[in-house]
């Protein structure tokens, strides 16, 4: 039996007055996938990820299970937001600073399940806390006194408390410590196996991206110039511009065999 995509992305266009961000863009993501998308700074990659949820204005078709996203009512976007999650690259910028963090991972349970009971609300909280690898004592702290990689923790808990069949990642570690960015991306593989969640993964590092994506795609001046399965990608690049995000990533060992730059 053929399923038609989770989400569907046609002639997307992004324009900030008369910069143009993003160039049509098309692509399919299918349910439990992660679709890596790279690019260098400036590419259009967090304008096309918030496109598709409708954080920015937009044109074309973003179709979430058949429904046209960009063309429905805001209440009918609102319903659909339990199922569509984002994890932004700063983690600390992305939290309220005046929330303690019970109260963090609380509010989409408040928004999206008001029938709740506190007592299975606090489960929850705490349940999902631990996976994370975070205590419970840290309910009643602030942002501001975690580290960075505590705080995308956070992200994640309060990205996931709902159990969203699309999650967006923005450069989620990107600004973390080296050390930090592994156990994140540990963190969210597992997290999306759990729960069959599909991924769209933006980042610029491309072994982060080797690691975790089933299948790539590679913006340039907003637009996609390849689309391939992690494996072909980074095997056989066939555009200038791919080859030489490859040839940029450091080789340890002289003799390393590296894709041609683009000239």
């Not at 007055?17 to 259009?44: I, K, M, R």
């Not at 199922?83 to 983690?91: A, N, T, V, Y």
């Not at 808990?157 to 930090?180: F, T």
């Not at 759990?194 to 610029?204: R, V």
Request: proline residues 5%; hydrophobic residues 45%.
């Amino acid at each position: 039996m053929i399923h038609s995509p989770l989400l569907q992305v046609s002639d997307l266009c992004v324009q900030f007055g008369a910069f143009t961000a993003v160039n049509p863009v098309s692509f399919d993501l299918n349910e439990g996938e992660t679709l890596g998308l790279v690019g260098e700074s400036g590419s259009g990659k967090s304008s096309l990820a918030r496109a598709i949820l409708r954080l920015v204005p937009a044109t074309g078709v973003v179709l979430w299970k058949s429904e046209n996203i960009l063309a429905c009512s805001h209440q009918r976007l609102r319903r659909l937001r339990r199922d569509l999650s984002i994890i932004f690259q700063d983690p600390l910028a992305s939290l309220n600073p005046r929330m303690q963090v019970g109260d963090l991972l609380a509010e989409p349970l408040h928004i999206f399940e008001p029938a709740l009971s506190h007592n299975e609300r606090q489960r929850r909280i705490l349940k999902m806390l631990d996976r994370v690898g975070l205590h419970a004592n840290m309910l009643t702290q602030y942002p501001h006194e975690f580290s960075g990689g505590q705080c995308q923790r956070i992200g994640v808990a309060r990205a996931m408390m709902l159990q969203p069949q699309l999650l967006v990642c923005d450069e989620p570690v990107s600004s973390l410590d080296v050390s930090i960015q592994g156990q994140i991306v540990n963190l969210l593989v597992d997290l999306q196996i759990e729960f069959n969640t599909a991924m769209l993964f933006i980042s610029h590092n491309m072994a982060v991206v080797r690691h975790i994506s089933d299948r790539v795609l590679v913006m340039y001046r907003g637009q996609l110039v390849e689309s391939a399965s992690c494996d072909t990608l980074f095997a056989a690049p066939v555009h200038p511009y791919t080859r030489a995000l490859l040839a940029a990533v450091p080789v340890i060992g002289a003799t390393a065999a590296r894709p041609s730059a683009m000239l």
